[in-house]
């Protein structure tokens, strides 16, 4: 039985084993869930015992058009209706946006949830992938990210706030003033699916700007916020003329009679919604602080409802993740098969403090040694301490001696190498990792604390000599300069400077014989070839700055939020 449920791992690409298959490879009772990122206070009991009592109607008869569940959905929510387009879960929006929206390229902070990154090269789109560094936490500086967006010349943008799967968090005028920035591209995408959990501001989304804006869209989630990914059903908010050719695509009844049954019972239930947004980020803080304590553990500070984790030198996430599901039945999510992520991390969903003991207890017996199967974490480690689970990616990481994505371009000899930032003065960055250049516009995010783990004796690989190709300089396009954007709401410690920095011209490039110019993308990247310009799958997958941040705690929560995560309502 132990060989056919771990199987099931081997044979998925970039995401875990449904429960349904999981269960059925058992004795037919299922793992303890610290695998799929869902609300576990949201339905209460009662809920599901009035649906259970209506199951046979439910089923039976198809359910109302999407116009008439999302118009009550906007009741509820204080949004219009010709704004918003509900899908049969934010994953089939997803596709509808690559298909209508994205014509040639996207660009992507990595790692992040797998769709935004499969989605458009399953369609021939050229992918454009940020590395977040481990040295700085993986917090998204949005400055860094818009110089990277202009000299790849990418015409899409997505952030994720929330980020999946490390939880970082971007205050709402940062994100509104990287929107006002990036106005001459087709598209942005803001997803804010798991947003309901963070509470490190009041008033933390961005659907009220997003409307006002010709080129933006706000994706959320229902299924994660209300404890329900079966019932598969998310919505966007942009403005009209966007999201009424979304919604023009989806079939009349793409919405199932279970989403529309929960969307008409959420106008009883707000005050035991809001008590679980609650409940899930007490729970946050309590799990954090217990597995910090587990030796050579990281725990990165997350505003989602699940916490990013580092397991200690020399353990294998695969040989973790299998042993806790055959040994102690507990599900997590090992994450070596997300770009930008190795199997060194684990994603581990909020859940209460009766099972977060459990996990405690079977992960200090398997990585310490505490069960009949020894321990998986050796006394000292060897090699790279190093594991991203693929043996190529750790050759490059050995390579370089750990110097990161420019020292990965370099040792695969992979054509251009990352543009170069804009003439500043250089800090180097939390950590040791990737020089930060100065600030373009946006106010710097303050990276998460970097903790040392205690030393370890453990040899230093010697990198090996590697050609160096001369880099060869990207011609910068000239963006469009925007006026000033309104001015928004701002916490007073935190300046809000100009968008229109983000568009400074770039300086003359040097140039470049003809034979060594990069020919421009002239329309989208046939499947199987790697981005213009870009890093590899492969070798971003790679990329940390072998270094640690700790976890820790945020403000008090806030009650339901009365229009999609924007500031409070009456329960």
């Not at 791992?9 to 793992?31: I, K, Q, V, Y």
């Not at 942009?238 to 989806?250: E, F, I, Q, T, Y």
């Not at 997590?332 to 009766?354: D, H, M, T, Y």
Request: net charge neutral; charged share 15%.
């Amino acid at each position: 039985m132990a060989d056919n449920v771990t199987s099931l791992f081997r044979s998925t690409a970039a995401h875990s084993p449904s429960m349904a298959a999981l269960t059925r490879e058992s004795d037919g009772a299922g793992p303890v869930d610290f695998c799929i990122p869902c609300n576990p206070y949201f339905p209460t009991p009662a809920m599901f015992d009035e649906m259970a009592s209506r199951l046979r109607d439910i089923i039976t008869y198809y359910p109302s058009s999407a116009d008439t569940i999302t118009a009550e959905l906007c009741s509820l929510l204080q949004l219009p209706p010709q704004c918003v387009a509900m899908g049969n879960g934010s994953t089939e929006l997803i596709t509808w946006i690559d298909h209508l929206l994205v014509r040639e390229s996207l660009a992507v902070p990595v790692p992040t949830f797998g769709r935004w990154t499969d989605q458009p090269m399953e369609t021939g789109k050229r992918v454009d992938m940020f590395p977040l560094q481990e040295s700085s936490g993986f917090a998204l500086d949005l400055a860094q990210y818009a110089e990277f967006i202009r000299a790849r010349g990418t015409r899409v943008a997505v952030v994720c706030n929330p980020n999946n799967p490390d939880g970082g968090f971007l205050h709402r005028h940062a994100v509104v003033q990287f929107m006002d920035a990036m106005a001459d591209l087709d598209l942005v995408v803001i997803d804010e699916s798991f947003l309901e959990f963070a509470d490190a501001e009041n008033e933390p989304s961005v659907v009220q700007e997003a409307m006002l804006r010709p080129n933006v869209i706000v994706l959320r989630s229902l299924g994660k916020n209300f404890g329900l990914h079966g019932i598969r059903f998310g919505y966007l908010v942009a403005n009209p003329a966007l999201a009424g050719r979304v919604r023009s695509m989806l079939p009349k009844w793409n919405l199932n009679s279970f989403a529309e049954h929960v969307v008409f019972m959420l106008k009883e239930h707000g005050a035991e919604y809001a008590q679980s947004l609650h409940q899930v980020r007490r729970d946050r803080m309590d799990m954090s602080g217990q597995l910090s304590s587990l030796p050579g553990l990281t725990v990165y500070p997350s505003q989602g409802n699940f916490l990013f984790v580092r397991l200690p030198v020399g353990a294998e996430g695969t040989v973790v993740r299998d042993r806790l599901l055959t040994e102690h039945r507990i599900l997590v999510r090992e994450c070596g098969n997300k770009i930008g992520s190795s199997s060194r991390f684990l994603r581990l969903v909020v859940r209460p403090q009766v099972d977060v003991r459990r996990l405690v207890t079977g992960l200090e017996q398997v990585l310490y040694g505490t069960s009949r199967r020894g321990a998986a974490v050796p006394e000292q480690a060897t090699g790279t301490a190093y594991s991203s689970g693929t043996a190529a990616v750790d050759r490059l990481v050995s390579q370089t001696n750990g110097a990161g994505t420019r020292g990965l371009a370099q040792a695969a000899g992979a054509g251009m190498p990352l543009p170069a930032a804009a003439p500043a003065p250089a800090a180097v960055g939390p950590g040791g990792g990737m020089p930060v250049p100065a600030a373009a516009g946006l106010p710097q995010p303050e990276p998460r604390p970097v903790p040392q783990e205690a030393p370890r004796p453990q040899p230093v690989p010697q990198p090996v000599p590697v050609p160096q190709p001369q880099p060869v300089p990207v011609p910068q396009p000239q963006p469009q300069q925007f006026p000033q954007p309104a001015a928004y709401p701002e916490p007073a410690s935190q300046p809000l400077a100009p968008a229109a920095a983000f568009a400074a011209p770039a300086p003359a490039p040097t140039p470049v014989p003809a034979a060594m110019q990069v020919p421009p993308a002239t329309g989208p990247t046939p499947p199987g070839v790697p981005a213009r310009g870009g890093l590899t799958a492969a070798q971003v997958r790679g990329t940390d700055g072998l270094s640690m941040a700790p976890a820790t705690g945020w403000p008090g929560a806030q009650s339901w939020p009365d229009a999609a995560g924007m500031g409070q309502a009456a329960g």
